[in-house]
Nanobody, 131 residues
Framework: QLQLVESGGGLVQPGGSLRLSCAAS????????IGWFRQAPGKGREGVSC????????DYADSVKGRFTISRDNAKNTVYLQMNSLKPEDTAVYYC????????????????????????WGQGTQVTVSS
């Protein structure tokens, strides 16, 4: 059974940092692009970041550029989201999702932060930024 499990969320003060993890089980992430999305109370789910299956391409929402960094460790079957300089408006449930498998070199080099492209979703981890 394909499963994604997020971890690393919690309560942090403004300006603080957290590192989220997205671990896969039941399949290997090697040929999947991975995206991070978030949903704040009363709002829709928005894209935050993505990384291509090759790891060579990344993308970020404007609201997190320069503060968040996505990375992957295929040996550990895990993708990370390092979040620095956190703001109260970053408060949300964060979800990781997988898109694939990508079976061509071109597709392996791409990622797009677009919900419909992602097939498998985790259950989410809560991030709260508050003093």
């Amino acid at each position: 059974q394909l499963q994604l499990v997020e971890s690393g969320g919690g309560l942090v003060q403004p300006g603080g940092s957290l590192r989220l993890s997205c671990a896969a089980s039941g399949f290997t992430l090697d040929y999947y692009a991975i995206g991070w999305f978030r949903q704040a109370p009363g709002k829709g789910r928005e894209g935050v970041s993505c990384i291509s299956s090759s790891g060579g391409s990344t993308d970020y929402a404007d609201s997190v550029k320069g503060r968040f960094t996505i990375s992957r460790d295929n040996a550990k079957n895990t993708v990370y989201l390092q979040m620095n300089s956190l703001k109260p408006e970053d408060t949300a449930v964060y979800y990781c999702a997988a898109s694939g498998p990508k079976d061509t070199v071109l597709l392996q080099a791409m990622c797009v932060i677009d919900k419909p492209l992602y097939d498998y979703w985790g259950q989410g981890t809560q991030v709260t930024v508050s003093s």
